[in-house]
């Protein structure tokens, strides 16, 4: 099973920034979704933004736009997401995942088979 690897996260005050880092073992070839998931203290996994590897195109989730931008680099090995203007709702573990996954289901957890571990952002108020 594919492994990925988080790094990045940290603890920050309302209104700063992190990049979080995404390494894909060779995973992200040209077609694969890679997105970002955070999942927060007693609740759900939710789908933060996603990149299509092959066309770089983006989606995000209307908390997020705007403050957040997911980039990949020119190899297509490793995938970013820069956090801008964070505050306190944004605190949760993040988590990076790959797989197939069409476009409409970008935000479902169970359409991937590739995870990370995880790396937990903290932004307090």
């Known amino acids: 099973q594919v492994q990925l690897r988080e790094s990045g996260g940290g603890s920050v005050q309302a209104g700063g920034s992190l990049r979080l880092t995404c390494e894909g073992s060779?995973?992200?070839?040209?077609?694969?979704?890679v997105t970002w998931f955070r999942q927060a203290p007693g609740k759900e996994r939710e789908g933060v933004a996603t990149?299509?590897?092959?066309?770089?195109?983006?989606i995000y989730d209307s908390s997020v736009k705007g403050r957040f931008t997911m980039s990949q680099d020119n190899a297509r090995t490793t995938v970013y997401l820069q956090m801008n203007t964070l505050g306190p709702e944004d605190t949760g573990v993040y988590y990076c995942?790959?797989?197939?996954?069409?476009?409409?289901?970008?935000?479902?957890?169970?359409?991937?088979?590739?995870w990370g571990q995880g790396t937990q952002v903290t932004v307090s108020s």
């Open positions: 990149i299509w590897t092959g066309s770089g195109n983006t």
């Open positions: 995942a790959a797989g197939v996954v069409v476009s409409n289901g970008w935000y479902r957890a169970g359409m991937y088979d590739a």
């Open positions: 060779g995973y992200f070839d040209n077609n694969k979704r």
